[in-house]
């Protein structure tokens, strides 16, 4: 895990988990908890301290994460695979799993209004409900529109459910699942970042970062793409300098770069 001071750019250090996959920070403590990608585990690590002071062994290779402050749980998906792993943040132990009705799950987002948490499948175009309390799944949303879903955040202002498609095509979704409009956005996206105070959503995949204004009640609207050059998966936005970061590996090395929301 690389740790970035936010406001210089500076590197601080590396702290050793694993191959991450996904992280998801709990902002109550500051710390960042990991999936570590083929070592099948997931770390909490406190990034001031630069060290992972927990792991616990999933034993099954780990992608996306996210934390629910309310449950105080952590939810791993499987990479590759049909479960949402479920791990107590506070004793760090495996409290089971919950299978999905999918393979190869890919982003996921709690909503902090309710215990639910939103599952993109991508092999059959929707995303499930998760309760977070019972830890079934609740309900299936079919997204026909899109093709391989990847990305999905949740707008708790809002309360709308945002997903897209390796098609290009982003959705918005009532948080009980019911259509509210489509856009044609970028294609090839990986992941994307929402900043829940700008309602912007910034995205990153094909070697570009695009960023999308969330519509209340209305379908997600373009506003711009940056061409990186660089081969990036995955962003993230600042919610105080609402900047919006990037990774990427090249030959000569890993690099992290910031960009401004327009």
Not at 26 to 55: C, F, I, L, Q, R
Request: charged share 20%.
């Amino acid at each position: 895990l690389l740790v970035v001071n936010a406001d210089t750019g500076a590197v601080l250090g590396q702290v050793e988990t694993g191959a991450v996959h996904g992280n998801a920070v709990d902002e109550s403590t500051g710390h960042v908890y990991t999936g570590d990608g083929d070592s099948g585990t997931v770390s909490d690590v406190d990034p001031a301290k630069m060290t992972a002071v927990n792991s616990v062994d999933i034993g099954h290779p780990i992608d996306a994460l996210a934390f629910d402050p309310k449950s105080d749980r952590i939810f791993a998906d499987e990479d590759g695979g049909t479960q949402v792993f479920v791990v107590d943040a506070r004793s760090f132990k495996l409290l089971g799993s919950v299978p999905i009705p999918g393979h190869d799950l890919e982003f996921l987002a709690v909503d902090p209004q309710r215990p639910i948490l939103y599952q993109n499948i991508p092999d059959t175009d929707q995303y499930v409900e998760i309760d977070t309390r019972t830890l079934k799944v609740v309900k299936a949303v079919k997204t026909p529109e899109l093709t391989k879903p990847h990305p999905l955040q949740f707008d708790a202002e809002y309360r709308e459910v945002i997903t897209g498609g390796k098609n290009g095509v982003f959705s918005a979704y009532t948080a009980d699942g019911v259509k509210i409009g489509q856009t044609n956005g970028p294609r090839g996206v990986d992941q994307c970042s929402l900043d829940q105070t700008t309602h912007v959503l910034a995205c990153a995949g094909d070697g570009k970062l695009w960023t999308m204004r969330i519509e209340r009640g209305a379908a997600p609207r373009l506003m711009s793409v940056v061409d990186t050059r660089h081969d990036v998966h995955t962003v993230a936005i600042d919610p105080t300098t609402h900047w919006m970061w990037t990774v990427w590996a090249g030959p000569s090395g890993d690099f992290v770069q910031a960009f401004k929301e327009h």
